[in-house]
């Protein structure tokens, strides 16, 4: 089966800019999408189809993709963005797969 | 203002069963395909099932297939799912979410509105 891969962990100094990928055989198919968890609450639907945003997401993340590689990067990092992060595409079945996620701490 | 609010859930006996409820509002209910992904204590998401927005489609994770079921009530807004021969490893946070995109036969992957999650505990 598929698995798509993140850093269990990453830190980012307050207002500097941080990059999260996401590695997978699935996403030379399959665009990726991210979600952004604070403690205790629901996902947030950051990213989709690979780079756009929904309403009310701030220009301060974005998303890119290249080979079997999708990144999330965070632009001026704020106290307020340290949250857990997970991309998720398909996997082999064609069902809903998201990375283990990547915990960001804010410095 | 598109709002999932879930119910049910609990601490249940591996073997019995258990029915979770997601009721919605703010959008076209049965325009949209509608998922449960849960997420283990301390661990990370797992897509757990999907139904169409017709109902007409459904499919499951390897890990329920057999032992948990969906269903929605297109007049009432209202999505389940049941639950039965738990076991401990379904212990976990519950999120009902729904497709970002209208239409979709056999599921999108992208959910753009969850709800907050219902805890399911497992356990003699």
């Known amino acids: 089966s598929s698995e798509l891969t993140q850093a269990p962990a990453v830190s980012v100094a307050l207002g500097q800019t941080v990059t999260i990928t996401c590695q997978g055989d699935s996403l030379t198919t399959y665009s990726a999408s991210w979600y952004q968890q604070k403690p205790g609450q629901a996902p947030v639907l950051l990213i989709y189809d690979q780079s756009s945003r929904p309403s009310g997401i701030p220009d301060r993340f974005s998303g890119a993709s290249s080979g079997d590689t999708a990144s999330l990067t965070i632009t001026g990092a704020l106290a307020d963005d340290e949250a857990d992060y997970y991309c998720?595409?398909?996997?082999?079945?064609?069902?809903?797969?998201f990375g283990g996620g990547t915990r960001l701490t804010v410095l | 203002q598109v709002q999932l609010v879930q119910s049910g859930g609990g601490l249940v006996q591996p073997g019995t069963s258990l029915r979770l409820s997601c009721s919605t509002s703010?959008?076209?209910?049965?325009?949209?395909?509608l998922h449960w992904i849960r997420q283990s204590p301390g661990g990370g998401l797992e897509w757990v099932a999907f139904m169409s927005h017709d109902g007409r489609h459904t499919y499951f994770a390897e890990s329920v297939k057999g032992r948990f079921t969906v269903s929605r009530d297109n007049p009432k807004t209202t999505f389940f799912l049941e639950m039965n021969k738990l076991r401990p490893e379904d212990t976990a946070l519950y999120f009902c979410a729904k497709d970002r995109r209208p239409l979709y036969d056999h599921g999108d992957y992208e959910f753009d509105r969850w709800g907050r999650g219902t805890l399911v505990t497992v356990s003699a």
């Open positions: 703010g959008f076209s209910f049965s325009g949209y395909g």
């Open positions: 998720n595409s398909r996997d082999s079945n064609y069902f809903p797969l």
